[in-house]
C-alpha cells in the first residue's frame, strides 16, 4: 500500500483530473451482497485500480482548481497511520491523555504562528482555547448554539417572566450575502433567523451594513445575537471588514465569529495578517489547516476567547465520563457535537515539525505566486475578465458577455477532464473559479493550464457559439428532467 | 511507521492499558512554540515513544475493558492509508463520485447483513438508504432535527397560522432513562423538552410507559415528535422494547430512532436479532462498525427510511456545489451536518472483504464467549453480584454492599494500570463495566484479569476497609477543590 501511495501520487499529473462516469458506475463492479468468506488481499487491492481510481476526483493533481483545496502530504499521512493503529477516542482527558494534551499544545502552536491574542490559547490566565474540530461548517454551528445560549441566559436574566421560546424566536443571526452555505445550515439546525447583509462592490460585508440591519432589527423588537464573518469567501476569497464587524459586536454584545476556512492558512505570514485587524474583540474563528497546510482533511482548529459558553451549550456528564481528573483537566466533549474525536492533533504536529513555520510559509507564497501567474495571462487576453479582485491563491474569471458562455466553457472544461474547476455566482455574473492547490502545481502546469482554457475558448467561440450553447443547455435540461437514477 | 505499528500491535499486551500521568504531562515535553526550520524524521518519529506513548489509554490492548470497544484492524488501516493519499472530500457526487458510490453500496451490504428491511437500503423503489456518519451522535441529533422539522411542517399544515416558534416550544423528545448521553445533547441543541422516560427492572424503555408519557404530555397541549430507543445501553447494554415503542410511535406519528451504537453490530448474527423486532415500523437505526466490527472510529452507518426528510432539514445548495448530475445522484452533503466528509466506505469495504460475513459473525461470538467466562467466575465468587443481566460483550458487577466499596475498587483497578474499567450508575448503585473489547483478548487475559480484580479486592477487604475508603474519598474531594490546571 505504501508503494502504491507513493506511486499514486508521483504519476497522479497523468491520471484524469475529473473522472469521466456517469452516475451508477460502480454499480457494476461490485457484488450486490458482501461475501460469506473472506477474500485474499490481492483480490481486493486489484479493486482499488479497477473499481475505485476511474471514479476518484483527484483532489492531489496539479491541474485540480476546484473548491478550495484539501491537500495531504507524507508527514500527515504517517501521522495518522499511527493515529488508525492507536484508535484511542478523545472525549474525556482521561479516555486519551496524551491525545487532549497534544491538542491544546498544537492548537497553541498554530494559534501563535497566526498571531492570535494571549486570550484564544490555553493557558493558566484565561478561559480561552483551540479545538480541533471535524469542519469548518461544525464550528460555524457550534458557535452559533454557544451564542445562542448565552444571549437566552443574558436576556433571562433581564426579563426572568418571557418563557425562552418567545426569546428564541427572535434571535437573528448575520453574515455576508457571500458566506459559505455552512452558515445557513447552522441557522436551520438553530432554527434563528439568518439575515444576509448585503456586500460592497468588493463583495465584503462592512460595520456600517451590518449596524444598519443590526438597527432596523432591534427596531423591530428582534434580538440580534451572532454574527459570521468571513474571511475568504468561497465564491472570490473576498473579505469582511473584521476590524468594524467586530467594533459593531462589541459594542451590541453579539458573538461574533470569524470563519477563515482557507484564507486563515495564510495568516501563518505576517503580510496577509491585515485581514485578521479586530480578531482581539471577537468570539471565536476557526480554520482548516486541511484546506492549504498540507494536513489532510479532516481538520479544522477553533479558537475561542471563553470556552465556558460552549460548557454550557453542550455540558452533559454521565457517570461512566466521569474520572480522577473530572474538572481538573479539559474534556474536550464540551467543546463540540459529538461525543468522540479522533487523535488529530498527531498529524497538525508531524506537519508543522517537518516543514517548519518557514516551510509552511514558503507552501503559501508559492501558491500565490502561480494564481498571480495565472491572473496575468487572464488579463492579456480581451476576451475574458476578471470580476472580483484576486486574493491569495484564487482567481475567478469570466468570458465577457453573458453568462452562459461562460457556463458553457466551464462544463466543456470539465467534461474534457484535463483540468477541473467549479463555477460560482457572483450577484449575477456565473464565473469560473480557478484556485491553486496543489503543491506539485508548476508554472509549467499553469502554462499547460492557461492552453486548455483557451483552446476550448478558441472551439467554443468559433462555433456559430450561441446556439451551439442553447442546444447544449436544452439537452442538460431535459436529462434532468428524465431523471435517471 | 509501518514496522512500528505491526511491532506496537503485536507488543501492546506489555504496555500498561491505562497510563499514570496527570494533567499537564505533555507540557513539560514538547516546545512552547512551533519550530521555525523543518526538523528531521528521526527526531519527529522518536518522540512518538518518548512523548506520547506514555500519555496513551491503549484501547486496543486486550486488557481494555473501559466504555466500549473501538478497534482497528489491518484492512481498516490499510484502507484508510490509501483515504488519506487520495484525500478527496465527498460532498456532492461530483467532488468524488466513487466516495459517494462505494457508501451507497457498503452501507447496503451492512443493512442487508443486520437484516433490515428493504426500504432501508438504496434502491430504486424506496427513498431510504444508508449513510456514514461520523459518529452515533451526530446519527442521533440528525434524526432529531429531521423529525423536529417534519413534525413543524405537518403542524403548520394543520394550524397555518400558529407561529413556529410556539410549535417548537411544544416539542417533546422522549428516550429511556438509561439513554446515552448524547440524546440530552440532541435536545440541547435542537431546544426541545426532553422526557426521560423511566426504565423497568431489565432497565428497559417499554411501550406502555412510553404512550403513558406521551398521553400526559399531549394532554398538557404538548406536541410529543421524537423517540430515541436504545438498543444496547451504555451503562448495562439493556435493550429498550423496540417492538413495541415503535408500534406507539407509528401510531402517534413519532420518528423513531434506534440507537444501536454498540449491540447494532450483534445483529449480523441471526440470533440477535431478536432485539431488532420492530424495525420495519421505525425512521431511522444507526450503528457503529467502529465499535466492534473492527472498523477504526469514525464510522457510524445510519439508514433512514425516508432521506427527503434530512434533505428538508439541511438543504442548502449553492452554485459552487451544483454539478451537471445534481439531482440524478445522491450528494451526501444534504444527509449530514458538515459540508464535507471523508471517503470512509473504503475502510468498510476492505474491513468487509476481508474478514467475510463468517470471520465477522466469529468475532463477535467470541467476544461474547469470552464475556460468559468473566460472568461466570463472577459469579463463583460470593463477594460480587451482577446487577443487570449480561447482554453480548458486557458485564456489570460491583461488591456486595455500599457503592463506596466498588467505587475504591474500580479506582484501585484503574490506578494499577493492568486493566482498565469504567463505572457506571444504574438507579443509583454503582458499578464496574467490563466490556471484552480488544480481538486479541483470550482466556488467558480473562482469567489474569480477574486475578488482578481479586487481588485488589483481597487487599481492600482484608484493610480496615470503610476507614481506608473514606479517607481515599476525603483526598480527591479535596483534590479537586484545590483545581490543579
Same mark, same amino acid.
Given at each position: ?31 450486490? =451482497? ?43 499521512? /504517517? ?26 499544545? @498544537? ?13 484564544? /490559547?490555553? $493557558? ?20 452559533? /448554539? ?15 417572566? @418571557? ?12 453574515? #455576508? ?66 476590524? $468594524? ?60 476567547? $471563553? ?8 455540558? @452533559? ?30 498529524? /497538525? ?65 470539465? #467534461? ?42 478558441? =472551439?467554443?467561440? #468559433? ?23
Amino acid at each position: 500500500m505504501v508503494d502504491y501511495i507513493c506511486s499514486y501520487l508521483d504519476s497522479i499529473r497523468d491520471r484524469r483530473v475529473f473522472p469521466g462516469v456517469q452516475p451508477g458506475f460502480v454499480h457494476d463492479r461490485i457484488p450486490e =451482497n458482501a461475501p460469506l468468506d473472506g477474500e485474499p488481499w490481492p483480490d481486493i487491492f486489484a479493486d482499488v485500480e479497477n473499481v475505485i481510481m476511474p471514479g476518484v476526483t483527484h483532489w492531489q493533481s496539479p491541474r485540480m482548481h476546484a473548491y478550495y483545496p484539501a491537500l495531504t502530504s507524507y508527514p500527515s499521512m /504517517l501521522a495518522e497511520m499511527l493515529t488508525n493503529a492507536i484508535n484511542c477516542l478523545g472525549f474525556t482527558w482521561a479516555s486519551s491523555p496524551a491525545c487532549t494534551e497534544l491538542e491544546m499544545i @498544537v492548537t497553541n502552536w498554530l494559534g501563535k504562528m497566526i498571531g492570535l491574542p494571549y486570550h484564544f /490559547l490555553h $493557558n493558566k490566565e484565561s478561559d480561552g482555547g483551540g479545538v480541533i474540530q471535524t469542519t469548518a461548517s461544525e464550528s460555524t454551528l457550534i458557535s452559533l /448554539l454557544s451564542g445562542r445560549n448565552i444571549t437566552i441566559q443574558r436576556y433571562l436574566k433581564l426579563h426572568p417572566d @418571557v418563557p425562552i421560546h418567545e426569546i428564541h424566536s427572535k434571535l437573528v443571526a448575520y453574515c #455576508s450575502d457571500q458566506a459559505h452555505s455552512s452558515v445557513e445550515k447552522a441557522a436551520l439546525i438553530g432554527l434563528v433567523i439568518l439575515r444576509y447583509v448585503e456586500s460592497d462592490a468588493e463583495y465584503s460585508m462592512t460595520g456600517a451594513k451590518l449596524l444598519e440591519a443590526i438597527t432596523e432589527d432591534k427596531k423591530k423588537g428582534l434580538i440580534p445575537f451572532w454574527v459570521c464573518a468571513t474571511l475568504g469567501t468561497t465564491g472570490c476569497c473576498s473579505f469582511d471588514d473584521l476590524e $468594524n464587524v467586530a467594533q459593531v459586536c462589541h459594542k451590541e454584545q453579539l458573538w461574533c465569529h470569524a470563519d477563515a476556512a482557507y484564507a486563515g492558512c495564510s495568516f501563518i505570514c505576517p503580510e496577509y495578517r491585515k485581514w485578521l485587524k479586530g480578531v482581539d474583540l471577537i468570539d471565536s474563528i476557526a480554520l482548516n489547516p486541511s484546506k492549504w497546510l498540507m494536513v489532510h482533511f479532516d481538520c479544522t482548529v477553533m479558537w475561542v476567547r $471563553n470556552s465556558s459558553a460552549l460548557h454550557c451549550a453542550f455540558n @452533559v456528564s454521565p457517570l461512566y465520563l466521569t474520572h480522577e481528573f473530572s474538572g481538573l483537566a479539559i474534556d474536550y466533549m464540551h467543546w463540540q457535537i459529538p461525543l468522540s474525536k479522533r487523535f488529530r492533533s498527531l498529524k /497538525l504536529w508531524f506537519v508543522i515539525r517537518s516543514y517548519g513555520v518557514k516551510g509552511l510559509q514558503e507552501h503559501i507564497k508559492k501558491g500565490v505566486k502561480l494564481a498571480e501567474k495565472f491572473e496575468s495571462l487572464i488579463k492579456a487576453d480581451k476576451r475574458f475578465e476578471i470580476p472580483a479582485k484576486r486574493h491569495l491563491g484564487l482567481v475567478v474569471f469570466r468570458l465577457k458577455g453573458d453568462n452562459m458562455t461562460t457556463e458553457t466553457l466551464c462544463k466543456r472544461i470539465n #467534461s474534457r477532464g484535463k483540468i477541473h474547476c467549479v463555477p460560482a455566482n457572483l450577484n449575477g455574473k456565473y464565473v469560473i473559479r480557478f484556485c491553486i492547490t496543489s503543491q506539485r502545481t508548476t508554472e509549467q502546469d499553469i502554462e499547460t493550464d492557461w492552453k486548455e482554457i483557451t483552446d476550448v475558448t478558441n =472551439n467554443l467561440l #468559433s462555433e456559430n457559439s450561441l446556439d451551439i450553447a442553447l442546444q447544449e443547455h436544452r439537452e442538460v435540461t431535459m436529462k434532468r428532467r428524465i431523471g435517471q437514477y
